[in-house]
């Protein structure tokens, strides 16, 4: 059970600091407002208009100059502690649930926490700091315009939807009427920022607490009251004095605003029945709205700038041979069955006829990107973190032990970049509701009542065919109904979904909803700063191979070698045969290297007898005409299956050579750091009914 007189025990210095931030002159200055601001207004109020202020929790000491505020955050040990009372209910301490606390359970505590070091100032893009270091650098100049200030008022507003199933008559009908009071922020405006207003949209918060596990058998103070154990179940009673249950934790967030929020506490209307899931608990009691805005700012252009090169080249080997043209069989020998250093007869298949060479080349291209994270310096950045730069106690604090506020490590934890927060929670005619049954406080979202004038201004039509459904999503971009004040154009504050957007995200339809980027340069959450960095990546292509080959053939030459001689009579001839090489020296006829020249024809005079004889045969080309190297054989690439049967495919083919372009496939590399988990979105939450009942700790 719990009860609901819990306390928060606030230390008299941070009284004395809030006292002291809304009376100095430096932190709050009243503005006089014109009566053209006043025109726009309806309603009974007070216009706030913070000017030339900041704040930062101060431990307690003595009176410190303006430097020493601003530019010692080793003070900054004012705090306000969260004390948790009451006894665990048996939800909580029955571990093992099986109905009973004994030595099976874990043991259980609450809670002990210290907030340190509030800080509210204008940022200064430096995501460990607290506050800004000079005065001029942390005051938040104007947090609002004479047209556009903090506003705290009561209004009424007419014709809202109560739970009944009748409809409201008119402005008139009572039973339609929501007089609230309400705490508006400067509403956000759309365009570019007036400059007087301008620090508004450059907020910088910052704090760091201490999160303690408490025995809840000890008293405030103890000092064994945070050595809590884990191993026995009966509460308080695991002591360990080995345990340390701290949690350390600093937050920092630049360049957000509150521009655009709104608070309102009004009696809801009645209606309600038990019927279609709704509840006499909605009728007349404290209802709450709200449209918190937590924005960091259009954030469609927050990434990185990525540049991108490509560099081609190619390694091409050498002409190697493969075939000396000297052997019938595959060989680099200038020696073998062809016979090319002798004189006699010589091979004439296709190892003889052939002088083969390849080359080999592989194409590669390298891709350089660059991926420049300067630009985010000025962004909105939330930081988490935990690390610090030098050890200390872990179960000392300075609210209990004294000392001075850690410093933290500058890199270290979670990232959250340009995040932009709306949520709306509850509307006049879906109020949040507070209550308690004596025993258990509850906050409840009320369900939608199934009435068309109701559901018609929540839900939404993203097609835009039925244009009476008003419901929209709030986020940086809208808000719901625009508004005009002082010609200036303003986001309202009316829309009734919610959206979460964290880093590079942008909208497709003028801002009724929200994607995120997938870009290579988006960014999001990190751990860890997000920092430049340059990532090259080359790729090759498979081997190419390149023949070229020289050709000879045989040439054959004839003449009449003899005769056979009778008596005045010439017989038969013979043929002979003279052999030699002739190389392809790509005319025609081929050349024939160092000729040798056939003999002439024999002769044969049946009249005066026969010279029946000439030379022998068959006759072969010299040593000189067998030599490859000294031919006038041109290259050849000519497709050759000749060629190609003698070499193998191994050796490549013939036929081919080598492209002109680049073989190497483009490298695909992503430039993106792999501490950048990228950017999310959650748009156009509704909640259609929701309630939380606290059942104790």
């Known amino acids: 059970m719990t009860t609901l007189n819990y306390t928060v025990r606030f230390q008299k210095t941070v009284l004395a600091s809030l006292i002291g931030f809304c009376i100095s002159q430096p932190s709050f200055a009243l503005e006089e407002l014109s009566d053209a601001g006043l025109s726009e207004t309806i309603g009974e109020g007070i216009a706030i208009l913070p000017q030339n202020t900041y704040m930062v929790f101060r431990g307690a000491g003595a009176n410190e100059t303006t430097n020493q505020i601003l530019t010692d955050r080793t003070k900054d040990t004012g705090y306000i502690n969260y004390v948790p009372v009451g006894p665990l209910s048996m939800t909580s301490a029955d571990t093992n649930k099986n109905g009973t606390i004994d030595s099976g359970d874990r043991a259980v505590g609450k809670a002990d926490i210290y907030l340190y070091g509030l800080a509210l100032s204008k940022s200064d893009n430096n995501t460990n700091t607290r506050i800004a270091p000079t005065e001029a650098a942390a005051a938040i100049s104007s947090w609002g315009t004479a047209v556009n200030p903090w506003i705290f008022k009561v209004a009424t507003e007419n014709l809202v939807p109560n739970f009944s199933t009748t409809n409201c008559t008119g402005a008139t009908d009572p039973t339609c009427q929501v007089t609230y009071l309400a705490l508006e922020a400067p509403l956000y405006e759309m365009g570019t920022k007036d400059a007087a207003g301008l620090d508004a949209y450059k907020l910088k918060l910052g704090l760091w607490s201490d999160i303690f596990v408490r025995n809840p058998n000890k008293i405030n103070g103890a000092a064994d009251q945070f050595n809590y154990g884990d191993s026995n179940g009966l509460i308080g009673t695991s002591t360990d004095a080995s345990r340390a249950n701290r949690l350390r934790l600093q937050g920092i967030w630049n360049n957000f605003s509150l521009n655009g929020s709104r608070l309102q506490v009004f009696q809801t209307l009645g209606g309600a029945t038990t019927s279609g899931g709704m509840?006499?608990?909605?009728?007349?009691?404290?209802?709450?709205?709200?449209?918190?805005?937590?924005?960091?700012?259009?954030?469609?252009?927050?990434?990185?700038?990525?540049?991108?090169?490509?560099?081609?080249?190619?390694?091409?080997?050498?002409?190697?041979?493969?075939?000396?043209?000297?052997?019938?069989?595959?060989?680099?020998?200038?020696?073998?069955?062809?016979?090319?250093?002798?004189?006699?007869?010589?091979?004439?298949s296709a190892g003889c006829r052939y002088y083969v060479e390849k080359r080999t080349r592989t194409d590669s291209k390298t891709a350089t990107k660059t991926w420049d994270a300067s630009g985010l310096s000025n962004a909105g950045v939330l930081r988490l973190s935990t690390r610090?730069?030098?050890?200390?106690?872990?179960?000392?604090?300075?609210?209990?032990?004294?000392?001075?506020?850690?410093?933290?490590d500058a890199n270290e934890g979670v990232y959250l970049y340009n995040p932009n927060i709306n949520l709306v929670?509850?509307?006049?005619?879906?109020?949040?509701?507070?209550?308690?049954?004596?025993?258990?406080?509850?906050?409840?979202?009320?369900?939608i009542a199934n009435k068309p004038e109701i559901y018609k201004q929540i839900y939404t039509d993203y097609s835009g065919a039925?244009?009476?459904?008003?419901g929209s999503t709030c986020n940086v971009y809208q808000c719901g109904s625009q508004l005009t004040l002082g010609g200036k154009n303003y986001q309202g504050y009316n829309a009734t979904h919610s959206s979460i957007s964290i880093g590079t995200a942008y909208s497709e339809d003028g801002g009724k909803t929200l994607r995120a980027s997938t870009d290579e340069g988006a960014v999001g959450i990190s751990f860890g700063?997000?920092?430049?960095?340059?990532?090259?990546?080359?790729?090759?292509?498979?081997?190419?191979?390149?023949?070229?080959?020289?050709?000879?053939?045989?040439?054959?030459?004839?003449?009449?070698?003899?005769?056979s001689c009778t008596l005045f009579i010439c017989g038969a001839g013979t043929t002979g045969y003279l052999y030699q090489w002739e190389y392809n020296n790509g005319s025609t006829p081929w050349a024939i290297l160092a000729p040798t020249t056939k003999p002439a024809d024999a002769t044969c005079s049946p009249t005066i007898g026969c010279s029946s004889t000439s030379g022998t045969t068959p006759m072969y080309g010299s040593i000189a005409n067998r030599v490859w190297a000294n031919s006038s054989a041109v290259w050849l690439t000519a497709a050759n299956n000749e060629v190609n049967n003698l070499i193998g495919a191994n050796n490549g083919m013939t036929g081919t050579t080598f492209p002109t372009l680049n073989q190497a496939p483009t490298p695909v590399i992503n430039s993106s750091p792999i501490n950048n988990m990228g950017s999310a979105v959650i748009d156009g939450v509704l909640i259609q009914h929701l309630k939380l009942t606290t059942k104790g700790l």
């Open 279 to 348: 509840s006499p608990f909605y009728n007349n009691t404290l209802g709450i709205a709200g449209v918190i805005r937590l924005n960091s700012g259009d954030s469609k252009d927050v990434k990185a700038i990525t540049t991108s090169s490509l560099t081609e080249g190619s390694t091409t080997s050498p002409w190697t041979l493969i075939h000396a043209g000297a052997n019938s069989t595959l060989s680099t020998s200038t020696t073998g069955d062809c016979n090319n250093g002798g004189t006699g007869s010589f091979g004439t």
């Open 388 to 408: 610090e730069t030098s050890d200390t106690g872990n179960l000392i604090t300075p609210a209990i032990n004294g000392g001075v506020a850690p410093t933290f």
């Open 425 to 447: 929670l509850g509307t006049l005619y879906q109020p949040l509701v507070l209550g308690s049954d004596g025993k258990n406080f509850s906050l409840e979202i009320a369900r």
């Open 466 to 470: 039925d244009t009476s459904y008003k």
């Open 529 to 563: 700063k997000l920092n430049s960095g340059t990532i090259s990546q080359t790729s090759y292509s498979n081997q190419m191979t390149e023949v070229h080959y020289k050709q000879r053939g045989v040439n054959t030459q004839t003449w009449v070698q003899s005769y």
